[in-house]
Protein backbone atom coordinates (compact mmCIF):
# COMPACT_ATOMS: atom_id res chain seq x y z
CA UNK A 1 0.00 0.00 0.00
CA UNK A 2 2.55 2.35 0.61
CA UNK A 3 4.43 1.70 -2.34
CA UNK A 4 1.79 3.25 -4.04
CA UNK A 5 1.77 6.57 -2.90
CA UNK A 6 3.28 9.07 -5.19
CA UNK A 7 6.68 10.15 -5.22
CA UNK A 8 7.81 12.80 -2.16
CA UNK A 9 4.69 11.78 0.25
CA UNK A 10 5.74 12.04 3.51
CA UNK A 11 3.42 11.61 6.48
CA UNK A 12 4.38 14.45 8.96
CA UNK A 13 1.21 14.96 11.45
CA UNK A 14 1.33 17.91 14.28
CA UNK A 15 0.58 16.39 17.47
CA UNK A 16 -2.37 18.44 17.79
CA UNK A 17 -3.40 16.23 14.73
CA UNK A 18 -2.26 12.97 16.28
CA UNK A 19 -4.26 13.36 19.02
CA UNK A 20 -7.84 15.35 17.95
CA UNK A 21 -7.82 13.75 15.06
CA UNK A 22 -6.04 10.06 14.53
CA UNK A 23 -6.32 8.85 18.55
CA UNK A 24 -9.75 10.82 19.22
CA UNK A 25 -11.75 9.09 16.10
CA UNK A 26 -9.80 5.87 17.00
CA UNK A 27 -10.86 5.79 20.32
CA UNK A 28 -14.87 6.70 19.19
CA UNK A 29 -14.81 4.16 16.42
CA UNK A 30 -15.26 6.67 13.69
CA UNK A 31 -13.79 6.36 10.26
CA UNK A 32 -11.79 3.07 11.47
CA UNK A 33 -10.86 1.94 8.32
CA UNK A 34 -9.55 4.98 6.92
CA UNK A 35 -7.74 5.71 10.16
CA UNK A 36 -5.93 2.46 10.18
CA UNK A 37 -4.74 2.45 6.77
CA UNK A 38 -2.49 5.59 7.75
CA UNK A 39 -1.59 4.41 11.19
CA UNK A 40 -1.89 0.76 12.06
CA UNK A 41 -2.82 -1.35 15.24
CA UNK A 42 0.31 -2.89 16.73
CA UNK A 43 1.88 -4.25 20.44
CA UNK A 44 5.42 -2.11 20.07
CA UNK A 45 6.78 -4.27 23.09
CA UNK A 46 6.11 -7.53 20.98
CA UNK A 47 8.73 -6.89 18.77
CA UNK A 48 12.02 -4.93 18.89
CA UNK A 49 11.84 -1.11 17.59
CA UNK A 50 13.83 -1.80 14.21
CA UNK A 51 11.42 -5.15 13.31
CA UNK A 52 7.98 -2.88 13.64
CA UNK A 53 8.80 -1.07 9.82
CA UNK A 54 8.97 -3.57 8.27
CA UNK A 55 6.23 -5.56 10.07
CA UNK A 56 3.92 -3.07 9.30
CA UNK A 57 5.51 -1.65 5.80
CA UNK A 58 1.66 -1.59 3.82
CA UNK A 59 0.76 1.08 5.69
CA UNK A 60 0.58 4.74 4.54
CA UNK A 61 2.89 6.15 6.99
CA UNK A 62 5.47 2.96 7.36
CA UNK A 63 7.55 4.27 4.31
CA UNK A 64 10.41 6.08 6.43
CA UNK A 65 10.87 7.29 9.91
CA UNK A 66 9.11 8.79 12.03
CA UNK A 67 6.62 5.87 12.27
CA UNK A 68 3.39 5.82 14.00
CA UNK A 69 1.21 3.17 15.82
CA UNK A 70 -1.96 2.48 17.72
CA UNK A 71 -1.34 0.71 20.78
CA UNK A 72 -3.89 -1.35 22.78
CA UNK A 73 -3.65 -1.20 26.20
CA UNK A 74 -2.29 -4.63 28.01
CA UNK A 75 -4.38 -6.68 30.26
CA UNK A 76 -2.16 -6.07 32.80
CA UNK A 77 -2.83 -2.53 32.76
CA UNK A 78 -6.56 -2.95 32.17
CA UNK A 79 -6.69 -4.28 36.04
CA UNK A 80 -4.64 -1.77 37.25
CA UNK A 81 -1.39 -2.98 37.23
CA UNK A 82 2.41 -1.54 35.53
CA UNK A 83 2.11 -2.10 31.36
CA UNK A 84 5.18 -4.39 30.22
CA UNK A 85 7.95 -2.49 28.32
CA UNK A 86 10.51 -5.50 27.67
CA UNK A 87 10.52 -6.75 23.74
CA UNK A 88 12.27 -10.12 22.86
CA UNK A 89 15.68 -8.52 23.06
CA UNK A 90 15.75 -5.16 25.35
CA UNK A 91 13.45 -3.24 27.21
CA UNK A 92 11.79 0.56 26.86
CA UNK A 93 12.20 2.98 29.52
CA UNK A 94 10.99 6.23 30.41
CA UNK A 95 12.89 9.46 30.15
CA UNK A 96 11.49 11.80 32.31
CA UNK A 97 7.82 12.12 33.63
CA UNK A 98 4.97 12.66 31.26
CA UNK A 99 3.42 15.76 29.99
CA UNK A 100 0.93 17.84 28.64
CA UNK A 101 0.06 18.05 24.78
CA UNK A 102 -1.93 22.02 24.27
CA UNK A 103 -3.19 22.64 21.31
CA UNK A 104 -2.93 26.00 18.76
CA UNK A 105 -5.45 27.46 21.30
CA UNK A 106 -3.66 26.99 24.54
CA UNK A 107 -6.03 23.67 25.54
CA UNK A 108 -4.76 20.88 27.14
CA UNK A 109 -5.54 17.70 24.43
CA UNK A 110 -3.26 15.00 25.88
CA UNK A 111 -0.21 13.60 27.32
CA UNK A 112 3.33 12.83 25.94
CA UNK A 113 5.58 10.04 27.96
CA UNK A 114 8.85 9.72 26.21
CA UNK A 115 11.37 6.50 26.14
CA UNK A 116 14.37 5.24 25.33
CA UNK A 117 15.16 1.41 24.28
CA UNK A 118 17.63 -0.34 26.01
CA UNK A 119 19.14 -3.93 24.58
CA UNK A 120 19.90 -6.14 27.27
CA UNK A 121 17.96 -7.00 30.29
CA UNK A 122 17.05 -4.30 32.92
CA UNK A 123 18.87 -2.69 34.97
CA UNK A 124 22.24 -3.54 32.64
CA UNK A 125 21.23 -2.72 29.74
CA UNK A 126 22.62 -0.65 26.80
CA UNK A 127 21.01 2.41 25.53
CA UNK A 128 20.35 2.88 21.87
CA UNK A 129 19.40 5.56 19.52
CA UNK A 130 15.69 4.27 19.60
CA UNK A 131 12.84 6.44 20.91
CA UNK A 132 9.39 6.29 21.11
CA UNK A 133 6.57 9.14 21.89
CA UNK A 134 3.84 7.85 23.91
CA UNK A 135 0.88 9.71 23.38
CA UNK A 136 -2.78 9.86 25.51
CA UNK A 137 -6.18 11.49 24.77
CA UNK A 138 -7.69 13.51 27.61
CA UNK A 139 -10.91 11.83 29.06
CA UNK A 140 -12.52 15.34 29.16
CA UNK A 141 -11.74 18.44 28.16
CA UNK A 142 -9.66 21.04 30.68
CA UNK A 143 -12.51 23.88 30.52
CA UNK A 144 -15.98 23.66 32.44
CA UNK A 145 -18.84 25.35 31.25
CA UNK A 146 -17.37 28.96 32.22
CA UNK A 147 -14.35 28.36 30.61
CA UNK A 148 -12.19 28.12 33.62
CA UNK A 149 -9.49 25.37 32.31
CA UNK A 150 -9.55 22.49 35.25
CA UNK A 151 -6.29 22.01 37.51
CA UNK A 152 -3.58 19.76 36.23
CA UNK A 153 -4.46 16.73 39.00
CA UNK A 154 -8.28 16.58 37.38
CA UNK A 155 -6.63 15.80 33.62
CA UNK A 156 -7.76 11.86 33.19
CA UNK A 157 -6.58 10.20 30.60
CA UNK A 158 -8.12 6.99 28.08
CA UNK A 159 -6.45 4.31 27.84
CA UNK A 160 -8.20 1.99 25.22
CA UNK A 161 -5.14 2.69 23.19
CA UNK A 162 -2.05 5.12 22.89
CA UNK A 163 -0.61 6.41 19.58
CA UNK A 164 2.97 5.87 19.54
CA UNK A 165 5.54 7.39 17.52
CA UNK A 166 8.91 5.64 16.51
CA UNK A 167 12.26 7.15 15.21
CA UNK A 168 15.69 7.21 16.11
CA UNK A 169 17.64 9.58 17.86
CA UNK A 170 19.47 12.02 15.41
CA UNK A 171 20.72 14.89 17.76
CA UNK A 172 19.21 17.37 14.98
CA UNK A 173 17.19 19.80 16.56
CA UNK A 174 14.65 20.23 13.19
CA UNK A 175 13.91 16.64 13.30
CA UNK A 176 10.21 16.59 12.76
CA UNK A 177 10.52 19.39 11.11
CA UNK A 178 8.60 20.01 7.61
CA UNK A 179 10.99 22.48 5.78
CA UNK A 180 13.77 21.18 3.85
CA UNK A 181 17.38 21.95 4.55
CA UNK A 182 19.49 23.92 2.98
CA UNK A 183 21.58 21.25 1.89
CA UNK A 184 18.74 19.11 0.33
CA UNK A 185 16.95 22.66 -1.59
CA UNK A 186 20.15 23.36 -2.97
CA UNK A 187 19.92 19.88 -5.07
CA UNK A 188 16.42 21.52 -6.97
CA UNK A 189 16.44 24.20 -9.58
CA UNK A 190 16.10 27.82 -9.21
CA UNK A 191 12.74 27.73 -6.56
CA UNK A 192 14.94 25.09 -4.18
CA UNK A 193 18.35 27.11 -4.82
CA UNK A 194 16.39 30.75 -3.20
CA UNK A 195 15.33 28.82 -0.66
CA UNK A 196 18.03 27.26 0.39
CA UNK A 197 19.31 30.79 0.14
CA UNK A 198 16.93 32.11 2.30
CA UNK A 199 17.11 29.22 4.90
CA UNK A 200 21.17 29.84 5.08
CA UNK A 201 20.72 33.56 5.41
CA UNK A 202 17.90 32.77 8.14
CA UNK A 203 20.63 30.76 10.29
CA UNK A 204 23.70 33.30 9.44
CA UNK A 205 21.08 36.22 11.25
CA UNK A 206 19.90 33.69 13.48
CA UNK A 207 23.90 33.15 14.61
CA UNK A 208 24.42 36.87 14.93
CA UNK A 209 21.66 37.63 17.36
CA UNK A 210 22.87 34.97 19.42
CA UNK A 211 26.82 36.93 19.41
CA UNK A 212 26.68 38.56 23.18
CA UNK A 213 27.21 42.25 22.53
CA UNK A 214 30.68 44.00 24.24
CA UNK A 215 30.73 44.55 27.98
CA UNK A 216 31.85 47.97 28.73
CA UNK A 217 30.93 47.33 32.50
CA UNK A 218 27.39 49.16 32.38
CA UNK A 219 24.22 46.39 31.84
CA UNK A 220 22.34 48.98 30.25
CA UNK A 221 24.63 49.47 27.43
CA UNK A 222 25.23 46.03 26.45
CA UNK A 223 21.82 45.25 26.78
CA UNK A 224 20.95 48.13 24.61
CA UNK A 225 23.47 47.05 22.10
CA UNK A 226 22.00 43.43 21.95
CA UNK A 227 18.51 45.31 21.31
CA UNK A 228 19.87 47.08 18.49
CA UNK A 229 21.38 44.37 16.64
CA UNK A 230 18.32 42.21 17.23
CA UNK A 231 16.40 45.06 15.07
CA UNK A 232 19.06 45.01 12.64
CA UNK A 233 18.86 41.62 12.39
CA UNK A 234 14.66 41.41 11.64
CA UNK A 235 15.29 44.44 9.06
CA UNK A 236 17.32 42.47 7.28
CA UNK A 237 15.19 39.29 7.18
CA UNK A 238 12.37 41.55 6.02
CA UNK A 239 14.41 43.15 3.65
CA UNK A 240 15.45 39.56 2.48
CA UNK A 241 11.92 38.18 1.95
CA UNK A 242 10.66 41.11 0.42
CA UNK A 243 12.93 40.55 -2.79
CA UNK A 244 11.80 37.28 -2.61
CA UNK A 245 8.15 37.82 -2.59
CA UNK A 246 8.97 40.52 -5.28
CA UNK A 247 10.61 37.59 -7.58
CA UNK A 248 9.56 37.16 -11.26
CA UNK A 249 9.18 33.70 -10.93
CA UNK A 250 7.23 33.33 -14.49
Sequence with gaps: MADELPPGFRFYPTEEELLC???????DGVRQGDIERVI???????????????????AFSGAAEPWFYFCPR???????GRPNRTTPSGYWKAAGTPGLVYA????????????VFYRGRAPAGAKTKWKLNEYKAL??????????????HAFQTRGEFTLCRLYTESGCP????RRPSAAAAAGGGSENRIAAAALANGEEMGRKRKRAAPS?????????LGQRGTDEGLNDDMAYWSEILEYDWL
Design 139 to 152: EVEDEDAAGVPAPS
Design 216 to 224: DGDGSTQQL
Design 174 to 177: RQFD
Design 21 to 27: FYLRNKL
Design 104 to 115: ADGRSIGTKKTM
Design 40 to 58: PVADVCALDPWQLPEAHRG
Design 74 to 80: QEREARG
